[in-house]
């Protein structure tokens, strides 16, 4: 078992916030966001000639509508939309826009996105600094305050830098390295011992030998984090994700979980088990094998399992599932109740299952049920569970196969990243625009409840100025 210096950290943020680190110069704000999750989008430099990306195409409105033929509003000016020259004097259609300085065109503002398996929303980092985050909050795991649900708000609680990577019950990010995160602590998952279900007192206690890497928190109450190669957890044991031997209790403080190799460069934290990508491209999982999600049909093994795969690039977690990218293509295994992993059956898949997209893949996601990609021209194809119309199928069954997901025009969503939820999806698309589709009964897609499902794609409805300014007080 690697040993490494027992550090503890004291810190502050307010707001209830905890900051996991493992050495003595962590403050509350200040330093880059993690490399390893900086995936910031380059700024585009789309004219008005490519406003076919997200369908806007007029220079008035609120920005909450369909992303396909009216986000941005009904006129016909040519202005102001995403993608289009600004208008005059800098003017943009909605608050979901700022006017590009360099280019002069109207664009978003999103440049890092965070969902997951657990999420009923999802927190954007913005180009300028700052982070909005929105959907279920009734564990604070929006605005450190539990309020039940919450429309996109900054955060100005969380530290200058910071980069979420997961949203859930609780969630968490990096700070320089610094793990943060708020929410949900029934198990401990927020600070490494138990408290209240909403913001608990803002006291850290962090055991990490050094920095994080990735930061990930489930659905069932675990955090895990990749430092240096190795993993660490703390929060819920019950499946084993953390010792191997489901314990039904909690894990505390953060701990190495010494089954797993130190020579990790991805973790993927379902909500039964962990998978981690290794160095050589090969995949290890740990935990419950209920669906068969360790890539094994042993009901009970012992020990991290070896999936039966190899040159992985990268893995993603559903709620019993996983998916791989390897040179393009994807193949999933485990729980397959919606087809999630093998059309045409419901039966659980032990061994990787190769998905036909009909293009190579760049980048996945996945949800409770669902799963998408991001192929190499920039559409986005979901499969999976659609009851609620995550896959973007607006018209399709509960269960559909590979689907191109499309805006209110009829044109394909083209991005640059995407996220699943529980049952709706998030993505930025070319104008750094983030859009949703699926449920939106808690606000998960990032706008008002109105009834109904959000599909085809809505524009979240993100404040860019208020955000901007909250990074700029911290």
């Not at 065109?105 to 999103?110: E, I, Q, R, V, W």
């Not at 401990?188 to 007192?201: A, F, L």
């Not at 660490?232 to 191997?244: C, E, L, M, R």
């Not at 190495?256 to 090969?282: H, P």
Request: with cysteine; aromatic share 4%; glycine share 18%.
């Amino acid at each position: 078992m690697r040993t490494a210096p027992v550090l503890l950290v004291v810190s502050t943020l307010g707001c209830g916030v905890s900051l996991v680190r493992g050495d003595d110069t962590a403050e509350g704000g200040g330093g880059a966001a993690s490399s390893a999750m900086a995936t910031t989008s380059t700024t585009t430099t789309t004219t008005s000639t490519s406003t076919a990306a997200n369908g806007e195409t007029t220079s008035t409105g609120d920005g909450g509508g369909s992303a396909g033929g009216g986000g941005a509003g009904g006129g016909g000016d040519l202005c102001g939309g995403a993608g289009q020259p600004c208008c005059p004097e800098s003017v943009c259609a909605g608050a979901h826009l700022v006017c590009d300085p360099v280019t002069l065109n109207c664009l978003g503002c999103a440049a890092t996105l965070a969902g997951g398996e657990a999420a009923q929303g999802a927190c954007v980092g913005h180009k300028g600094g700052g982070t909005s985050c929105w959907g279920a909050n009734d564990y604070g795991q929006v605005t450190c305050e539990a309020t039940g649900y919450s429309l996109p708000v900054s955060m100005p609680f969380l530290p200058e830098g910071f980069s979420a990577t997961s949203v859930g019950f609780h969630s968490c990010g990096l700070v320089d390295g610094l793990v943060v995160c708020w929410g949900s602590n029934e198990f401990g998952e927020i600070v490494g011992s138990p408290g209240p279900q909403e913001c608990v007192p803002p006291l850290v206690r962090g055991l990490l030998p050094g920095d994080a890497e990735d930061v990930q928190a489930t659905w069932n109450g675990t955090t895990v984090a990749l430092v240096g190669g190795a993993v660490h957890a703390w929060g819920s044991d019950a499946t084993g994700q953390i010792s191997g031997t489901p314990t039904g209790g909690s894990t505390l403080p953060p701990t190495l979980v010494a089954a797993l190799s130190d020579d990790n460069v991805a973790i993927a934290a379902g909500a039964f088990a962990t998978c981690v990508t290794k160095l050589d491209g090969t995949v290890q999982c740990l935990g419950s094998n209920e669906f068969w999600g360790l890539g094994t049909e042993d009901p009970a093994p012992v020990g991290p399992q070896v999936v039966e795969i190899e040159g992985v690039d990268e893995v993603v977690a559903g709620f019993g599932f996983f998916c791989a990218r390897v040179e393009g293509d994807v193949l999933c295994w485990g729980d397959n109740v919606a087809g999630q992993v093998h059309l045409g059956s419901s039966d659980r898949i032990a061994f990787p299952s190769a998905v036909d997209l009909g293009g190579a893949a760049v980048r996945l996601a996945a949800g409770l049920d669902h799963a998408c990609a991001l192929l190499g021209d920039q559409t986005v194809v979901c499969w999976g569970a659609n009851g609620k119309q995550q896959t973007g199928a607006c018209e399709g069954g509960d269960v559909v196969g590979p689907t191109v997901v499309t805006l209110g025009d009829g044109q394909p969503l083209r991005a640059k990243r995407v996220v699943g939820g529980a049952v709706n999806t998030c993505a930025i698309d070319l104008n750094d625009v983030v859009v949703c589709w699926g449920v939106n009964g808690a606000n998960e897609s990032g706008v008002p409840y109105d009834g109904t499902l959000a599909c085809p794609p809505v524009v979240a409805q993100i404040d860019c100025a208020a955000s901007a300014a909250g990074a700029g007080a911290r």
